[in-house]
């Protein structure tokens, strides 16, 4: 006989992703005294990838990044280490890659994004060799080190694409730090470096555009606006630039390509019931302001799988979980959702070795500074040490921990 399918395991809150997004909400609640909480994360790893853009650049060891995940993982919180593979919201359960069942009370989507390195013709077969590297790869960011340092001629390009990912400042960060290196190396006159970004502007909120502009001229880069890579030849070390206000496709040599690629929602998502219809990504719906489902109010999305008008950073993270807590925890009482996120994020924005401007805005683009007392629109050096030493200490110590 066939043995019958084994009954779903039921929980009072179900957490899709162990990673910023997934650790800081389990925190949370447990320290709200929810006791019933599982995770499901198949991965055995934690990785603080805002430092990936600082070991590319040289400034700091992988290793610094890395935490297990049984290191981060609440305690009292039951680690399911299972991929979820699809998620019916009207029968209110989530199967995994192994076939399991889990039925939940509340729902938190936070698996993040996937990076879509066969959206590039080419890219994915070039990847680490004959110059072609990207800090959006743990095991790819030494070795973006390893070419910058190398290189004393030739042309280097840096590549954004078109639509939502995870960090945008990271594409433009890292053409910042390669070229002061080489600037102190003596060699930045001899290196044509190309920066290819997809948007009208270098950043979306003004006084940090005429900064960045001021940074690319400082250091030479052609800015290619409104412009991406649209195909890759590995071996013969040459990318396709396209223009798509002009149409126009330029075929430039490389000798050190960092490419960022394409990003989407993970599919079981993007072809399922929750995704927003207005995402051509697939990510998830959200309203913006309580971060539930507009459908589904017993399912809660953040970080960077959810359709939300900011940009995709640890930071909008860390004002997004408590207002995820807080709703959560008014709809396990039978009351209404009413804590409210505005939009806030931070771009740490490096543009020299010990340099950075620090960009905080919320839904409208205004400036909502931390320190306001502090003009963070200039580069400053305390900034750098911010990103290098203190946002680390506060992710891992605070942050994970449903502190801060």
């Given at each position: 006989m066939t043995p019958a399918p084994a009954a779903p395991s039921r929980h009072q809150v179900l957490i899709v992703g162990g990673g910023s997004a997934g650790i800081t909400v389990a925190a949370r609640l447990?320290?709200?005294?929810?006791?019933?909480?599982?995770?499901l994360e198949p991965s055995e790893t934690h990785w603080y990838q805002p430092l990936w853009t600082l070991v590319g650049g040289g400034q700091a060891p992988l290793r610094a990044s890395l935490r297990t995940e049984a290191d981060v993982m609440p305690p009292g919180v039951r680690w399911l280490r299972e991929r979820a593979t699809a998620?019916?919201?009207?029968?209110?359960?989530?199967?995994?890659?192994?076939?399991?069942?889990?039925?939940?009370?509340?729902?938190?989507?936070?698996?993040?994004?996937?990076?879509?390195?066969?959206?590039?013709?080419?890219?994915?077969?070039?990847?680490?060799?004959?110059?072609?590297?990207?800090?959006?790869?743990?095991?790819?960011?030494?070795?973006?080190?390893?070419?910058?340092?190398r290189m004393r001629r030739g042309t280097a390009v840096f590549t954004m694409p078109s639509g939502p990912v995870k960090c945008g400042g990271a594409p433009q960060k890292i053409a910042y730090l390669a070229a002061d290196h080489w600037r102190?190396?003596?060699?930045?006159?001899?290196?044509?470096?190309?920066?290819?970004?997809?948007e009208p502007a270098m950043f979306k909120v003004p006084v940090f555009d005429r900064a960045l502009r001021?940074?690319?001229?400082?250091?030479?880069?052609?800015?290619?606006?409104?412009?991406?890579?649209?195909?890759?030849?590995?071996?013969?070390?040459?990318?396709?630039?396209?223009?798509?206000?002009?149409?126009?496709?330029?075929?430039?040599?490389?000798?050190?390509?960092?490419?960022?690629?394409?990003?989407?929602a993970p599919r079981w998502l993007a072809d399922g019931p929750l995704a927003d219809p207005q995402s051509p990504y697939g990510y998830v719906a959200a309203d913006r302001e309580t971060l539930q489902h507009p459908d589904f109010p017993d399912v809660f999305v953040l970080g960077d799988v959810a359709n939300l008008p900011t940009s995709k950073t640890g930071a909008a993270i860390r004002k997004q979980a408590p207002v995820v807590v807080s709703n959560l925890l008014a709809g396990l009482r039978g009351r209404p959702a009413s804590a409210r996120y505005d939009g806030y994020t931070s771009c740490p924005l490096v543009t020299?070795?010990?340099?950075?401007?620090?960009?905080?805005?919320?839904?409208?683009?205004?400036?909502?500074?931390?320190?306001?007392?502090?003009?963070?629109?200039?580069?400053?050096?305390?900034?750098?040490?911010?990103?290098?030493?203190?946002?680390p200490q506060l992710y891992f110590r605070a942050m994970l921990k449903g502190l801060a």
């Open positions: 447990r320290r709200a005294g929810v006791r019933d909480i599982a995770l998620v019916d919201p009207a029968a209110r359960t989530v199967t995994t890659a192994s076939g399991r069942v889990f039925t939940y009370g509340q729902l938190v989507l936070a698996p993040g994004l996937e990076l879509d390195w066969d959206g590039v013709p080419g890219l994915a077969p070039a990847l680490g060799h004959d110059g072609v590297t990207s800090n959006y790869r743990p095991d790819l960011a030494p070795l973006t080190w390893e070419f910058i340092r102190k190396r003596g060699v930045l006159k001899s290196i044509r470096t190309i920066l290819v970004l997809p001021e940074t690319a001229r400082r250091y030479g880069i052609d800015v290619r606006l409104n412009s991406e890579m649209t195909a890759v030849d590995g071996p013969a070390r040459k990318a396709v630039l396209t223009d798509h206000t002009t149409g126009t496709a330029e075929t430039v040599r490389y000798d050190l390509l960092h490419a960022v690629p394409p990003q989407r020299a070795r010990h340099k950075m401007l620090l960009a905080e805005f919320d839904y409208d683009l205004r400036p909502t500074p931390s320190l306001p007392f502090i003009d963070t629109t200039r580069e400053r050096t305390d900034m750098w040490f911010l990103k290098r030493y203190g946002l």
